[in-house]
């Protein structure tokens, strides 16, 4: 069993940066592809970035490729998403996320939810214009 808290949350003005974090418990972390989604208001949750289980492997959504970036301490057993550059859109409850490395970065954007091992509960980001 692994339990993903997320942190780093918070208000901030567009233009601004946020790093997530997201701590895994377990001693496995480094058997898991990691991941971050979003869920606006009124809208579906949507992938926003992966990373594979060595860190050399990553995958960003269209939508914020160039202004976030995924990174991953195994000795610490945390994921982080470093976000600059952010924008009112960026507004949404972000979720972190494990999948056996088995699957790949850019394969955690195309599968459903439900083929995720193990989410988070979430830390809202508001962007403010």
């Known amino acids: 069993q692994v339990q993903l808290v997320e942190s780093g949350g918070g208000l901030v003005q567009a233009g601004g940066s946020l790093r997530l974090s997201c701590a895994a418990s377990g001693r496995t972390f480094t058997s898991y592809t990691m991941g971050w989604f979003r869920q606006a208001p009124g809208k579906e949750r949507e992938f926003v970035a992966a990373i594979s289980w060595s860190g050399g492997n990553t995958y960003y959504a269209d939508s914020v490729k160039g202004r976030f970036t995924i990174s991953r301490d195994n000795a610490k057993n945390t994921v982080y998403l470093q976000m600059n550059s952010l924008k009112p859109e960026d507004t949404a409850v972000y979720y972190c996320?494990?999948?056996?490395?088995?699957?790949?970065?850019?394969?955690?954007?195309?599968?459903?939810?439900?083929?995720?091992?193990?989410w988070g509960k979430g830390t809202l980001v508001t962007v403010s214009s």
């Open positions: 996320a494990a999948s056996y490395r088995s699957t790949t970065a850019q394969a955690m954007a195309l599968l459903p939810g439900t083929h995720m091992n193990y």
